[in-house]
């Protein structure tokens, strides 16, 4: 209990120092776990089917793992992110980090179906249980990638300041798998444009559910 009471008097302090309500992080985090775990029974079933295809399909594991930027404090945060494999085996075998793009070469067919469903991103649900993401976020991108858009676009690292990195988002709604660095102006804008949403009660629970109504609809339609 003494252990419990120190935690929650910790989060509250830690709340005090941002500029995100504490009853905006409570609620998100409250509805990020009821949703994964939600979730995560739900889906499960569909977890062996999609093991199965992604292994008849194509070598290599079904999961696959990467060290990707989680909310940014003064210290700096990574994670491992997990998501089922959508690319051919060792698709970065040169050892050069690349974003993905929308007629990427090194998507298998199963891989572009889970892509266009965002079923390879299920596995993230247990990341966020776990509390390295939340459900509605900017997306977690690989530090080396971070590293290399910073020099081009300073502050894109502040994006994920304080605010955990999302399964979906205001940008990854809006947009498809960015072809270059080059082109990341409006995900900049559009993920700092959600992290001043939540400085207010009303203007993050707004943002919220018109993301998670966006999020449907690309599923649905296929359109991720």
Same mark, same amino acid.
């Given at each position: #209990?003494?252990?419990?009471?120190? *935690?929650?008097?910790?989060? $509250?302090?830690?709340? @005090?120092?941002? !500029?995100?309500?504490? +009853?905006?992080?409570?609620?998100? $985090? ?6 994964? &775990?939600?979730? =995560? ?5 569909? /977890? ?15 999961? !696959? ?13 990574? /994670?491992?992110?997990?998501? &089922? $494999?959508? #690319? ?26 889970? @892509? *266009? ?15 390295? #993401?939340? =459900?509605?976020?900017? @997306?977690?991108? $690989?530090?080396? =990638? ?26 990854? +709604? ?19 444009? !959600?992290?001043?949403?939540?400085? @207010?009660?009303?203007?993050?629970? *707004? ?13 649905? *339609?296929?359109?991720?």
């Amino acid at each position: #209990m003494q252990g419990l009471t120190k *935690k929650c008097i910790m989060q $509250r302090n830690a709340a @005090r120092n941002s !500029y995100i309500p504490w +009853t905006v992080l409570t609620c998100k $985090r409250i509805f990020d776990i009821a949703f994964a &775990f939600t979730a =995560l029974i739900l889906l499960l079933p569909l /977890f062996p089917l999609i093991a199965v295809l992604i292994k008849m399909t194509s070598k290599g594991p079904v999961l !696959y793992s990467q060290v990707r930027t989680g909310r940014q404090t003064q210290q700096g945060r990574v /994670f491992i992110i997990y998501k &089922f $494999r959508s #690319m051919v085996q060792d698709a970065e075998k040169n050892g050069q980090a690349m974003l993905a793009s929308n007629n990427d070469v090194r998507i298998t067919q199963v891989g572009r179906w889970l @892509r *266009k469903t965002r079923l390879d991103e299920t596995p993230q649900l247990w990341n966020i249980l776990k509390g390295d #993401m939340s =459900l509605i976020g900017p @997306r977690p991108e $690989r530090p080396v =990638l971070v590293d290399k858009i910073e020099q081009q676009h300073p502050f894109f690292a502040e994006r994920t300041y304080q605010v955990l990195p999302g399964l979906t988002g205001l940008a990854q +709604t809006q947009q498809s798998y960015l072809d270059s660095v080059e082109d990341i102006e409006q995900k900049l804008a559009l993920d700092h444009g !959600y992290c001043l949403s939540l400085s @207010r009660f009303s203007t993050w629970l *707004k943002t919220d559910c018109q993301i998670v109504l966006a999020t449907v609809v690309t599923v649905l *339609k296929c359109n991720g």
